[in-house]
């Protein structure tokens, strides 16, 4: 059971780049998130969805763009790199109260 | 809006010495609380969760937290700190109509021996 998987783990855009995060979850789970962690900010949500279809914008949706066409699948994408885009990407999924299941992380940055 | 605060964003101990990790909820409904755990260049781990059953959670390595509508808190102890206990944790709060959880600033556990 892989749980939530993210790919790559780490990668440097120059500004302007677009890139695609992968997210991939096997548990069946409907909702997923996006988050970005900066140093001593916590975690920052920036899209979810609660179903294939669905899409709905977090706290620090500027900049990003997401799709759900699977429930497996989560991807996030950002069309014009910025350098303020420089930070850690978790995407998460979860079942309710049960709590969320974390990915590894995307460390990446923009220069 | 709910919102989770957590005072102290460093806390060290000695290994053996009591550990307490400090974190107040704001939310106009019942909540469900939880505290996350980061070890370095890794992802979050959830230690404990509290949905409305039993106010003492007890979760994985020795860690329990006590809900205190009086005092919305919610905060993480453990009686004897390890040096394996270093790490980062979270606080948070979600919202039951949205699932959706808002997270705490984070705090950095030291463990000297």
């Known amino acids: 059971n892989a749980g939530v998987t993210q790919t790559p783990k780490f990668r440097i855009l120059k500004i302007g780049q677009s890139m695609t995060l992968q997210c991939a979850q096997d548990?069946?789970?409907?909702?997923m998130y996006w988050y970005r962690q900066d140093p001593g900010m916590g975690l920052k949500l920036i899209y979810y969805s609660v179903g294939a279809g669905i899409t709905d914008k977090g706290e620090v949706p500027n900049g990003y763009n997401v799709s759900r066409s699977t429930t497996e699948d989560f991807p996030l994408r950002l069309e014009l790199a910025a350098p303020s885009q420089t930070s850690v990407y978790f995407c998460a999924s979860s079942r309710s109260e049960y709590g969320y299941t974390f990915g590894s992380g995307t460390r990446l940055t923009v220069v | 809006a709910q919102s989770v605060t957590q005072l102290g964003s460093h806390v060290s101990v000695s290994e053996g010495a009591l550990v307490l990790l400090r974190c107040n909820y704001s939310?106009?409904?019942?909540?469900?609380l939880f505290w996350y755990v980061q070890y370095p260049n890794q992802g979050l781990q959830l230690l404990l969760k509290?949905?409305?059953?039993?106010?003492l959670v007890k979760g994985i390595n020795g860690f329990e937290a006590e809900f205190k509508k009086s005092e919305t808190s919610f905060h993480l102890t453990k009686p004897s700190a390890h040096m394996s206990d270093a790490a980062e944790y979270f606080c948070a709060v979600s919202d039951r109509n949205t699932d959706k959880l808002i997270f705490g600033t984070g705090t950095r556990l030291q463990v000297f021996p």
């Open positions: 939310s106009s409904v019942p909540p469900y």
């Open positions: 548990m069946n789970h409907n909702y």
């Open positions: 509290y949905t409305s059953a039993a106010t």
